[in-house]
């Protein structure tokens, strides 16, 4: 909704405000302003457009999840690059569905940039590698599904690893 960077000075100004009124004698109100502060603090790192589509996408909502990214208007600015790369991830994962040429382009991109997580890394290098079998390139899934099993700490994907390795033997 907000640039990032008037995220942080809407932060700034409330913990003005808070310590001003810690200082008159309002201890109560200054501490709860503090707190306000800490809501924008988190949007700054995470963008609120991305886990409104976050929680689209769990509904298996693609259209919604769709537009709540339409919202956001020119990434590379309004986003730090963290974002940007969740921004890519949930364009590619939607996109996987119906265009993969496309949903590869942006996958690439979220790896580049970079995810926070290990398990979403790895969903997405599971993704590229079913891309890359789609197209023949036998190799480079190979690779993928390798450097997602290793991101793979808790084992979530532990099943479609195996189901995809199977259909690689018959490629």
């Not at 809407?10 to 306000?36: C, F, H, K, P, S």
């Not at 457009?49 to 769709?66: H, V």
């Not at 963290?82 to 996958?107: C, P, R, V």
């Amino acid at each position: 909704m907000f640039n990032k960077n008037i995220k942080l000075v809407i932060a700034a100004l409330i913990i003005g405000a808070g310590v001003w009124q810690i200082i008159e004698g309002y201890t109560g109100n200054g501490i709860m302003l503090i707190l306000l502060s800490l809501v924008f603090v988190f949007l700054y790192f995470k963008n609120e457009m991305i886990l409104l589509a976050f929680l689209r996408l769990r509904k298996q909502d693609f259209d919604g999840a769709k537009k709540w990214l339409d919202k956001i208007k020119n990434p590379e600015v309004a986003l730090t690059t963290k974002q940007q790369g969740y921004y890519n991830y949930l364009l590619g994962i939607m996109l996987s569905q119906t265009n993969i040429t496309q949903a590869e382009k942006y996958l690439k991109k979220a790896v580049k940039l970079g995810l926070s997580m290990n398990q979403d890394l790895a969903v997405a290098k599971l993704n590229l590698a079913g891309i890359a079998m789609t197209k023949r390139r036998k190799r480079e899934a190979q690779t993928l599904l390798t450097e997602a099993k290793k991101l793979d700490k808790h084992g979530m994907l532990k099943d479609q690893i195996a189901m995809m390795k199977q259909q690689m033997k018959k490629i």
